[in-house]
């Protein structure tokens, strides 16, 4: 656990398990960001990963039940979260580019020259080509499996 301030809206940032996260809570509505990176200058975004309300159970009452909810909820989403290279086929070769024209990032795949998927992270441009390709495979697995023809 990193930083936890205010009362309203209640922040917390930190990192667990390696990845950084903010929490806010306003009025009873709360949402846990993962992954955060600066999308602009002085503007950082993460994975929107939880959102709800502080009746959820084991939201708690004090500043230390909170920070178990806020790390439990984070390595329970972890646990059930694949990540990019987890779901990447080995027989595919996976890229990701900074696009500078794009001001994103670009997923790409060598074997299907013509498909990329543009993304404000590297994770999500990985995520997105992926799905495209597997995608391709499930609409017509011989092209998917082998790659353009």
């Known amino acids: 656990m990193g930083r936890h301030g205010g009362q309203v809206p209640e922040r917390w940032e930190g990192r667990v398990?390696?990845?950084n996260f903010y929490f806010r809570e306003r009025g009873g509505d709360r949402d846990?960001?993962?992954?955060?990176h600066e999308q602009q200058p002085g503007i950082t975004k993460g994975d929107l990963i939880a959102t709800g309300t502080i009746t959820a159970p084991g939201y708690g009452q004090s500043p230390r039940e909170r920070a178990a909810f806020i790390?439990?909820?984070?390595?329970?989403?972890?646990?059930?979260?694949?990540?990019?290279?987890?779901?990447?086929r080995p027989d595919y070769a996976y890229r990701?580019?900074?696009?500078?024209?794009?001001?994103?990032?670009?997923?790409?795949?060598?074997?299907?020259p013509?498909?990329?998927w543009l993304a404000p992270t590297e994770e999500q441009a990985?995520?997105?080509?992926?799905k495209v390709v597997e995608q391709i495979a499930a609409d017509d697995p011989d092209t998917g499996s082998l790659g353009p023809r």
């Open 114 to 116: 013509s498909l990329s």
């Open 126 to 130: 990985l995520r997105g080509i992926i």
């Open 32 to 36: 846990i960001e993962l992954d955060l």
């Open 17 to 19: 398990d390696g990845h």
């Open 96 to 112: 990701v580019e900074w696009s500078p024209a794009d001001n994103e990032f670009v997923g790409l795949v060598v074997e299907f």
């Open 71 to 88: 790390v439990t909820t984070i390595r329970n989403h972890l646990r059930h979260t694949r990540t990019a290279e987890d779901v990447a």
